[in-house]
């Protein structure tokens, strides 16, 4: 079985079905470009279940299905799965799936997609999803669907179809500190998702669940507070 795999800084594009299937066990998917991949609903960006599964700064976009799918069947993915720092817009169905057994989802931004971020499949349980923005998705910013245990924090979720839905069975769901009103970021229609001076979701975070770094790599927290947005503000003291 293959394992320690590393795809990193890569364009990926044009594929008949996936752009990266599957990966082996402690891999990692790192700041690749992967995008107009599939042609049918089961066709995704990245397709993924290995156990200590690392996707980390990639942008995935305007592929057929989802963005970024993490999925197992017949059984739960990973564990040891984290899902951060991607950029994900314009795919057809979601940006980002998470499934499995407590797989972290934060500092990604999601948006121009069918839903944000979607937490459900393979046995979803114990997942944590924080400091991530969903903006401008269709349908759904986050969507809970059969996910005992499931965290949502410190996420902006604005203008999209509905903020934060879930459905079916979700005991033990947990939402805290997501902000669903205007954030002001700097130019969402250039996907720039600073923060603008003045905005609610500076200095607002809950330390502790917030990430030890930005989306960009910046330490946080900046000026002694944490802010709920995968970067930080503009103009804030690094």
């Not at 980002?96 to 990604?108: D, F, S």
């Not at 401008?136 to 245990?149: E, K, L, M, Q, T």
Request: with cysteine.
């Amino acid at each position: 079985e293959a394992h320690h795999i590393r795809v990193e800084g890569c364009e990926i594009m044009n594929a008949a079905s996936q752009g990266i299937l599957g990966c082996g066990k402690n891999s990692e998917i790192l700041r690749n470009n992967i995008h107009h991949n599939g042609n049918s609903k089961y066709d995704h960006g990245i397709y993924c279940s290995s156990e200590n599964l690392l996707v980390d700064g990639n942008d995935v976009h305007h592929n057929f299905s989802y963005g970024i799918h993490i999925y197992k069947s017949g059984g739960p993915a990973g564990p040891n799965i984290v899902v951060r720092n991607n950029r994900t817009h314009d795919n057809a169905s979601a940006g980002i799936i998470v499934g499995g057994v407590g797989t972290l989802a934060y500092n990604n931004i999601s948006w121009n997609n069918g839903n944000g971020i979607d937490v459900k499949y393979s046995q979803a349980r114990d997942i944590r999803v924080f400091n991530n923005t969903a903006y401008g998705n269709s349908r759904v910013g986050i969507f809970v669907y059969n996910a005992p245990n499931t965290q949502l924090i410190n996420n902006i979720v604005f203008k999209n179809g509905t903020p934060i839905t879930s459905e079916g069975t979700n005991p033990g769901l947990l939402q805290s500190n997501n902000l669903t009103s205007d954030p002001l970021f700097v130019n969402a229609a250039g996907a720039d998702f600073h923060l603008r001076a003045g905005s609610p979701a500076i200095d607002v975070g809950l330390a502790n669940s917030a990430p030890p770094e930005d989306l960009e790599g910046t330490r946080r927290p900046c000026g002694g507070k944490h802010s709920v947005n995968p970067s930080l503000p503009v103009g804030s003291r690094r």
